[in-house]
């Protein structure tokens, strides 16, 4: 049952995604700088994402799917994208995680790949610091690589945990295309604010989150299981 819901929700992202468009064949040219920017900044919030866990779960596999919506239109359209995140906890206090899933798109198979390291710290563990890379790859046009750094502070209430805190992420943007108008690479960086609320139940946890920036905002709803 629970494999079935697994391959449904992939089923789910592959239809949400297929009007998605990375090419940069159909923006204007003297748009295409800015245009790959607001991708770089839009990507780079949607790679940022953890698996924030609650404080009673002690599994040490754990999975995370999740749907994002981008507040901000990008070539006219409210993109709607998929994750697919593990993560694996050798130690209490240490959390390693990965993301390696692909999307068929108009034109490409976009391809993402990344790990990170996540310490949990302080009293009962209540802070998270992250590190994360991640890639996106398999592109005709460009291929985008995202570092970002996080902490976040872990707070419990009576039926759920919230979780506050501040990230930074820096870009770095390939381009394939051939323009004049826009540089072979180009690179940048962003603050954003992280906000998540997580509700077990049951076996699974519920979570929604949103990163914000001045760039865009991207808002998530996502379900953990651990193995």
Do not use: C
């Not at 999307?103 to 998270?128: A, P």
């Amino acid at each position: 049952m629970k494999t079935t819901i697994l391959v449904f929700l992939l089923f789910i992202s592959s239809i949400s995604s297929q009007n998605i468009d990375f090419s940069l064949s159909s923006v204007d040219e003297q748009n295409l700088y800015d245009h790959s920017r607001n991708i770089a900044n839009s990507s780079t919030l949607w790679l940022a994402g953890d698996i924030n866990i609650s404080k009673s779960n002690s599994k040490a596999l754990y999975i995370k799917y999740s749907q994002l919506s981008l507040l901000k239109k990008i070539n006219d359209d409210y993109w709607v994208l998929p994750n697919l995140q593990f993560s694996f906890m050798p130690s209490s206090n240490l959390m390693l995680s990965g993301n390696f899933f692909g999307m068929h798109l108009k034109k490409n198979i976009l391809q993402i790949s990344g790990g990170g390291i996540h310490y949990l710290g302080g009293k009962n563990q209540n802070w998270i610091i992250s590190f994360r890379k991640s890639a996106l790859n398999g592109l005709s046009d460009f291929r985008l690589v995202v570092t970002s750094v996080s902490i976040n502070k872990r707070v419990q209430k009576s039926f759920y945990y919230y979780f506050i805190g501040i990230g930074s992420g820096d870009f770095s943007f390939t381009s394939y295309f051939d323009s004049s108008e826009l540089p072979r690479k180009f690179d940048g960086s962003l603050t954003y604010l992280k906000l998540e609320i997580l509700i077990p139940y049951k076996d699974f946890d519920l979570t929604f989150s949103s990163n914000i920036s001045s760039k865009n905002q991207i808002f998530q709803l996502g379900l953990v299981k651990g193995f």
